[in-house]
Structure formats: C-alpha cells, structure tokens
C-alpha cells in the first residue's frame, strides 16, 4: 500500500540517522516505550508513518460504509497532502478529523485544499477549543454560526482546561488562520499599534470558513451533510 502513494517515508529516507551521536541524541526526544525498544531513526519514523496512515485509512473507509456511501477516487492533489499530513498525527481525535476530512474528500464532498492545510496546522487543543466555540454558537441565547455576535472569552474558556496562556495563544493563532474572529467595540492602539489585551467580556466567533472546516472535518460524511442542510 504505501509503495504505491508517493511521500510516505520519504521523511526518513533524507534524515541521516546512522551515527552513534545522532541515535543518542534522538533518543531523547522520543517517548520511553519507543527507545526501550530500540526503534530510531528511520525505521521507526517510516513504521509510525505507515501506522498511522493506515488507521485514517480504516477509519475513512468505515464512515463511508456505515453511510452506505460510495468511495470514489480522490484527486491527487488532495490525496497527496492528505497522506503526508495525517500520516503525522498521534492524537486519536485529531485521526478522527482526518478520517472524516477523507471520507468527506471519497464521497465527492467538495473538500478544499486549504481544508487540509489548516487540519494539518492546528494542535489537538486548538481542534477542541474550535469545537467548544461551535457548540456555544449553536446554544439558544448566542447567534447562529456565521453570524456577527460572538461569546465571551470568559465562558469559552470556562469549557476548557487551559491555563490562561495557552488558552490566549491558540485564540491568536485561531484568529490568525482565519478560523476565528474578534469584536472590539473600540479598538484601543497602543503606541506599538497592538491591539488591546483580551478580557473575559471579549466576544469571538467562528468565520463562515470555519463553519464550513468543522463541518467537514468534525462529522462523518453523512453528519455533516445532515448538518449543512439544517442550516
């Protein structure tokens, strides 16, 4: 399977690995169950790779037959980065994403590129913090997704784990991939010209290029059509 997609394990083919130096060094940046037995390098990056691409392949195929939809052919340019990228990912939610992003992609949904960009980008945290963000968009006393209201930053945050840094760092970068949006009833400019620091009054919310992402990413393929036309 992997010979015949181009990319996998292309990684460790250009990364020398075969010094003592090079083997101790990597040692220490890699999880114990890994160095105990003895898999570094390129060996062990190829095997993981191949692993993962596998499961996103299973879980891909799975959806699309639990939906009783047809797997077509996806076109290379979607392919390719799609199986570079998720053969990358450790976290089993983020797998799941990739697998609905997939399937969404084999059963003829239009999937952009930037899609896969963008899945490729964000960390697990960031991913569950989206969703939380979602859900509260969807909740009676807030707008409908898409539209210019917002929720508190303070009552998103409440529905996470994050410590207030990381929490103020992933909704820059949200903000900065186009994902989120921030309303300033004024903008206050510091001599630096940066904006105003967050407050818990702060609203924010999804980009219609969110709204579409989530639904392609976060649902298997039927779901997330079911969802398009409740909207």
Same mark, same amino acid.
């Given at each position: ?9 292309k990684? !460790? #083919? ?5 010094? $003592?130096?090079v083997?101790? &060094?990597?040692? %220490? ?15 062990w ?7 993962q ?9 799975a ?9 077509n ?18 976290d ?11 399937a ?15 899945? !490729? #980008?964000?960390?697990?945290?960031e991913? $569950?913090?989206?969703?939380? &963000?979602?859900? %509260?968009?969807q909740?009676p ?5 898409g539209?210019?209201g917002g ?17 103020r ?8 991939l ?5 309303i300033?009833?004024t903008?206050?400019?510091?001599p ?18 969110a ?13 997330a ?7």
């Open positions: 399977m992997a010979s015949d997609i181009s990319g996998i394990g990684v !460790a #083919e250009s990364v020398e690995l075969g010094t $003592r130096e083997r101790e &060094l990597l040692s %220490l940046f890699l999880k114990p169950s890994i160095t105990q037995l003895g898999l570094f390098g390129g060996d990056l190829k095997s993981q790779r191949e692993t691409l596998a499961k996103t392949l299973a879980k891909a195929k959806k699309l037959n639990a939906g009783e939809l047809t797997i052919p996806v076109p290379l340019k979607l392919l390719k980065p799609i199986v570079e990228d998720c053969s990358l990912e450790e089993e939610d983020m797998i799941e994403r990739w697998a609905n992003l997939l969404a992609a084999a059963c003829g949904d239009p999937v952009l590129p930037t899609y896969v960009r963008l899945l !490729a #980008e964000l960390t697990p945290n991913a $569950r913090l989206l969703d939380a &963000l979602q859900l %509260l968009q909740e006393a807030n707008p409908r997704p539209q210019f929720v508190p930053l303070g009552k998103v945050r409440a529905k996470t784990d994050l410590n207030p840094v990381e929490f760092r992933i909704i820059i970068n949200l903000i900065h186009g994902l989120v949006f921030r300033l009833g903008m206050t400019l510091l630096s010209t940066i904006p105003k620091p967050f407050t818990d009054e702060d609203p924010i919310g999804t980009t219609l290029a709204n579409d992402f989530f639904a392609v990413c976060s649902r298997p393929p039927a779901a059509q079911n969802l398009g036309d409740a909207q």
